[in-house]
């Protein structure tokens, strides 16, 4: 492995696996799982099955043990799928998972990641409340201590996985007013007083169950908190680091996945005469476009390289967000208009990255709460 | 029983090559590499003999560059026991191939040999051929069905007319078709389980084969474009055309 390489001979495999997996599993479906708002369950089965599912995980659970790269590579090569929705459903474990293998007790370590990781199990990660998103610190979800339970009452909205998931890791107020207040608790599927809404219809990530879900007097086993009581907050930020990570990845291989589309067509579709690409109004476009995403992968592989070496990355992680995702909006953009009147036609991959591609820019932190992240890191 | 299933490092099947301006070859630069379909469809079927219970032992082995570890690695993620490399830079042409493997097969003493029919860089289809003359072992080329059992394999074969069933005794040598069965892809865990297994290196003189080629590329040339078609208004005008314009008939 060359020293300029970011990823390693096993990482190069796995990449095989996840193209063959999507080639095999997923692309000879995606179209009508897109228009049917939903994917097979089995899928989450079938994705275990190749391991895809056990990135990251502790090796002593079933996990391949943390390996960023990996998982770069892995999201990358399930992007080619085209289904931002499949992505983000299928992945959801990405955000929901790692705080309870992180802080959560042994006990539940060991029944909840290989029931995640083994594919039986949905874990989704509920965070956003219909009052807002960006203001972690006041979220207003209440757990009030009584014996051994916790009770609580409130509700979050737009939480993918959410109608299908069985284990949420959940932001609640534990105590005072802002961050320290917050704790994380798992609450389970079919807990009384705990219910899922309907499944909200969306721009984009069609195939994602995306769901409000509502806690009334629900009786939670203290046992099912995840790190120190209102510790959350901590908790809460550091999960972000990754989640913004993978969406600047998917972010990328979304435009990427869009670029290759546009030089296919350039070269079939006809104006004027000649093909679109004979136009140099078009293959400069082109360049751009490649030039924006090469600019921006580069960084991105960069923050990874520095999260995998254990560096805190508060500052590049949110700045890698904002440059992947601006490049995407970009780039879906042009695809569409490169494509004239068939790049607004559903069934066109690039209608379908345009759509799926806006909420990058939204979840996991908006562009304006990573813009005020970077701000107080450089003082302002 | 051992199985040992040799396989090539060849150019991705989703890359579009390109001819060197010199027409000298195919620009392999920064070009994607992967193992050749038919050589995974050869591991396919051994991994499924050992699944039955028929083999015991997979030997993957290739000839080629410092960096055909990675199909190896990726044989043995497949399902393959232990590999062997015979490192070489040379371009490698089937009959060195075949001769190093004929060494491998003398020490190695496999009842069976699978290989794919041909690889898809050179698409020559004489490997097996080859190997099976000089180690004197039956040969089934072409193989849609594989059956082991009592010391024998039967093999059936896509043919022209149709398809074809031989019985060979072991050891014996199989080349796989394209339809012989779909490959699985590698599950991570025994993505990371491969990374332990053993890869042993070798070189030519090692095995006392000489690998240099035998055969000399004189130039490489892309297929020529293909031309717009017509519709013609008769059949008399296309007899005229194929006769005269195309001299096909
Ligand atoms: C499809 C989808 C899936 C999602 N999945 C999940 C999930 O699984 N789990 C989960 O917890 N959440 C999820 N979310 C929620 C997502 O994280 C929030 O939508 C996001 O954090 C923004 O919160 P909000 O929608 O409440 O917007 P608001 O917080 O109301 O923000 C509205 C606007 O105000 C801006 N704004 C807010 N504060 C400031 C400020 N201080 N300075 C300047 N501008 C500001 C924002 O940038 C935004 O432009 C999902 C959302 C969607 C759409
Ligand atoms: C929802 C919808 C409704 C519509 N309704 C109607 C309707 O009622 N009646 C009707 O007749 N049509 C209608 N259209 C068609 C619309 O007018 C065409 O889609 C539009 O004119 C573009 O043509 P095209 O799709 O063939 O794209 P193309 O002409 O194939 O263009 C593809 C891309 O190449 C670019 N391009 C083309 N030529 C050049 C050049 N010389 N130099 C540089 N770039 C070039 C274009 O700008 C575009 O980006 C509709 C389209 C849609 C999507």
């Known amino acids: 492995m060359s020293a300029l390489e970011y990823f390693n001979e096993t990482h190069q495999m796995v990449r095989a696996t996840v193209r063959k997996f999507v080639e095999k599993e997923i692309l000879p479906h995606v179209d009508d799982w897109e228009e049917a708002g939903e994917f097979p369950r089995e899928l989450y089965g079938k994705a275990a099955e190749a391991g895809i599912l056990s990135i990251n ?142 499944k909200l219809k969306k721009m984009g990530w069609w195939a994602s169950d995306t769901a409000e879900l509502f806690f009334e007097d629900c009786r939670v086993p203290v046992e099912n908190l995840i790190g120190p009581e209102n510790g959350g907050f901590y908790c809460i930020m550091s999960n972000f680091q990754m989640e913004r990570l993978i969406l600047a990845v998917t972010a990328n291989s979304t435009a990427q996945l869009a670029l290759d589309e546009c030089l296919r067509y350039v070269k079939e579709r006809e104006a004027f005469g000649r093909p679109l690409a004979g136009f140099q109004v078009t293959r400069h476009k082109l360049a751009e476009m490649a030039t924006d995403i090469k600019a921006s992968t580069e960084f991105t592989y960069r923050v990874a390289a520095k999260i995998a070496a254990g560096e805190n990355c508060v500052l590049d992680v949110s700045m890698a967000k904002n440059v992947a995702t601006r490049c995407a909006d970009r780039v879906t953009y042009d695809a569409v208009q490169l494509f004239g009147g068939s790049g607004y036609m559903r069934g066109t991959i690039v209608e379908r990255l345009y759509r799926d591609n806006r909420i990058l820019s939204i979840g996991g932190g908006t562009h304006e709460i990573m813009n005020e992240v970077i701000a107080k890191q450089m003082g302002l | 029983m051992k199985v040992l299933v040799p396989i090539k490092r060849v150019v991705d099947y989703n890359v579009k090559v390109r001819v060197k301006a010199d027409n000298t070859g195919v620009d392999l630069a920064n070009v994607k590499m992967a193992m050749n379909p038919f050589c995974e469809i050869a591991v396919e079927e051994a991994v499924r003999l050992k699944e039955k219970g028929v083999v015991t032992e997979i030997v993957a082995v290739s000839i080629g560059p410092k960096t055909a570890q990675e199909q190896l690695r990726t044989a043995m993620a497949l399902g393959a026991d232990r590999s062997i490399l015979v490192e070489t830079d040379e371009d490698v042409q089937p009959l060195g191939i075949a001769k190093a493997l004929k060494a491998i097969v003398d020490e190695e003493k496999p009842e069976l040999v699978i290989l794919g029919k041909q690889a898809i860089d050179g698409d020559n289809n004489q490997t097996g051929q080859m190997l099976a003359a000089l180690t004197g072992m039956p040969q089934g080329t072409f193989a849609s069905e594989v059956n082991v059992a009592d010391g024998k394999v039967k093999v059936t074969r896509e043919i022209d ?17 394209l339809r012989l069965n779909e490959p699985r892809y590698a599950s991570l865990p025994n993505i990371m389980k491969a990374k332990k297994k053993p890869l042993d290196t070798k070189t030519a003189a090692d095995l006392g084969v000489d690998l240099t080629p035998r055969v000399t590329t004189v130039s490489v040339e892309a297929p020529a474009e293909r031309q717009a078609g017509i519709i013609v208004g008769s059949v008399d005008e296309l007899v005229e055309k194929l006769k005269n314009e195309a001299k096909v008939i």
């Open chain 2, 161 to 177: 007319g149709g398809l074809q069933t031989v019985e060979l005794t072991l050891p014996a040598v199989v080349t796989t078709d």
């Open chain 1, 57 to 198: 995980a502790p090796e002593q659970f079933g996990g391949t043990g943390e390996d960023v790269f990996m998982k770069v590579a892995a999201c990358e090569e399930l992007v080619r799928c085209s289904s931002g929705g499949l992505c983000a459903s299928l992945g959801s474990l990405d955000i929901g998972l790692p705080p309870v293998w992180k802080w959560g007790s042994e006990a539940m370590k060991e029944k909840v990641i290989p029931e995640v990781i083994g594919g039986e199990k949905i874990s989704a990660l509920a965070i956003t409340e219909p009052n807002g998103g960006s203001d972690v610190a006041n979220l207003r979800t209440r757990a009030v201590r009584d014996g051994d339970h916790y009770v609580v009452n409130g509700s979050k909205t737009f939480i993918t996985s959410g109608v299908r998931a069985d284990y949420y890791t959940v932001a609640v107020r534990t105590g005072d007013k802002g961050y320290g207040g917050i704790s994380l608790l798992l609450v389970e599927k079919g807990t009384p007083g705990f219910t899922v809404g309907r």
